[in-house]
């Protein structure tokens, strides 16, 4: 198989699902062993990313990559129409942070592709075949990719409430995925929707481009384009997910209840091979994996725990250590405040202060994992919702250590918790806030 580029540059515009921005998507062709590459036209010097696992920062509900201050939200339905249609090769600029979500499915994007018609190249396309398989657990999710000759994708999509349970299995090339797939659109629960928007997601979300569950019954502009159209939006999901690994993938994927962030764990695992075997099949010997939850005999926690309770990475994990757990409804925590964080630099030039919403995050983050703490924490995240009666008294600046302490207040269920905290410094209370927060599954990041 060849690899293949685009004969003529084509665009297509429309509104961004999350941030609800206008945008241009343009696909241009691009010479062998380009790759594909993203191309931000609206941000100075017009940086250029190439999608791959190790830049993802951000899985709930959309696939997020980031390369120094560049940033791309929801490449995800991109990424599986250039992975289904067989495009190796292609720069795609966009003016801003975004691709248009168009009606929720990757057709838009596959009709687009096909207008600017594939053409092979002179080379020979490089595949990522597996020698043994490999396999992520997250609570009640799984996924694991076994060797194949190809991409076959066996997939079951379910939810806590019983409201739709699909399986599917698909060996895809690209008159399948163009048939099957590409058309299913992205969908969501109702109840959902109010908890998504107080995150700063969906503000471009209509029925013009999602379908909502509600209860038993579907909500959307025009009725389901295929029966089992959830399973295949979340195949449609897997492929652009995958496609992170930067290579096309030959691989049976069976999934249940898959969402991006357990794609991405797996991405991340097959990465990892593809990196030894260009290394010569060089093996580093495997640590011993922590447990990934809270165990309640746990007083205290150390940075490598708390990173294997929360989703937070650098630069924005703002708890160091937990000193003390006092029973189910304390937590004091540490936060060390070098000079150098990033925010320093331009916050502010020569008087460098500690932003008053990152002392706001380091409690949401302790309150976070102290609620964790409370439950089966094994496949749930902490999602910050809001934040009450804050308060600002000093500033914090390099060289302070700032002593975080929270306090549940009240919490109903397993899914809304609402927390006291406050920072200190010295022994003088610096900042404190009364925060709100959710525990969702990690598979309810899709």
Do not use: W
């Not at 990465?271 to 075997?277: A, F, G, S, V």
């Amino acid at each position: 198989m060849k690899q293949r580029t685009l004969a003529r540059e084509v665009s297509i515009k429309g509104s961004a699902l999350h941030t609800g921005d206008p945008v241009t998507l343009t696909m241009k062709p691009a010479p062998v062993d380009h790759g594909i590459v993203f191309k931000r036209t609206d941000l100075h010097g017009s940086p250029e990313l190439r999608p791959r696992v190790d830049q993802v920062t951000d899985l709930v509900r959309a696939t997020t990559i980031q390369s120094g201050h560049a940033k791309i939200h929801t490449v995800e339905h991109v990424l599986s129409a250039l992975h289904g249609c067989g495009i190796d090769n292609v720069l795609l600029e966009m003016d801003a942070s975004e691709p248009p979500i168009m009606d929720g499915s990757a057709r838009p994007f596959v009709n687009l592709i096909l207008q600017a018609e594939p053409v092979e190249q002179d080379k020979d396309r490089e595949y990522f075949e597996l020698d043994a398989p490999v396999s992520v657990t997250r609570g009640n999710s799984s996924i694991i990719a076994l060797p194949s000759d190809v991409l076959k994708i066996s997939c079951t999509s379910a939810d806590d409430r019983g409201i739709h349970t699909q399986h599917l299995s698909l060996t895809i090339d690209p008159e399948v995925y163009q048939t099957q797939v590409a058309a299913a659109r992205t969908f969501t629960i109702y109840e959902d929707i109010e908890e998504l928007l107080k995150l700063g997601k969906i503000r471009g979300g209509s029925l013009d481009c999602a379908v909502v569950i509600r209860g038993d019954k579907i909500i959307s502009k025009e009725p389901l384009r295929f029966k089992d159209e959830f399973v295949r939006h979340k195949i449609l999901d897997i492929i652009g997910d995958v496609m992170l690994l930067g290579l096309p993938l030959k691989a049976h994927i069976v999934a249940t209840r898959p969402g991006h962030a357990i794609n991405a764990e797996l991405t991340k695992a097959i990465y990892q091979k593809l990196l030894e075997r260009k290394q010569g099949g060089t093996k580093k010997k495997e640590k011993p994996v922590a447990p990934t939850m809270l165990l309640t005999d746990e007083t205290s926690l150390d940075i490598r725990r708390i990173l294997d309770t929360v989703p937070h990475r650098y630069p924005f994990i703002m708890v160091d250590r937990v000193l003390e757990i006092k029973g189910p409804d304390e937590l004091v925590a540490l936060k060390n405040v070098t000079i150098n964080e990033p925010y320093f630099q331009g916050h502010f030039p020569g008087n460098p202060v500690m932003p008053g919403v990152l002392q706001i995050e380091a409690m949401a983050q302790a309150a976070g994992i102290l609620m964790l703490r409370k439950i089966s924490s094994e496949g749930k995240t902490a999602l910050f919702m809001s934040c009450d009666k804050v308060k600002f008294r000093r500033a914090v600046r390099p060289g302070d250590q700032l002593l975080i302490q929270v306090k549940m207040t009240k919490s109903r269920g397993n899914r809304i918790g609402v927390a006291e905290g406050q920072c200190s410094v010295n022994g003088q209370v610096v900042s404190s806030a009364e925060l709100m927060f959710t525990v969702i599954d990690e598979t309810d990041v899709e």
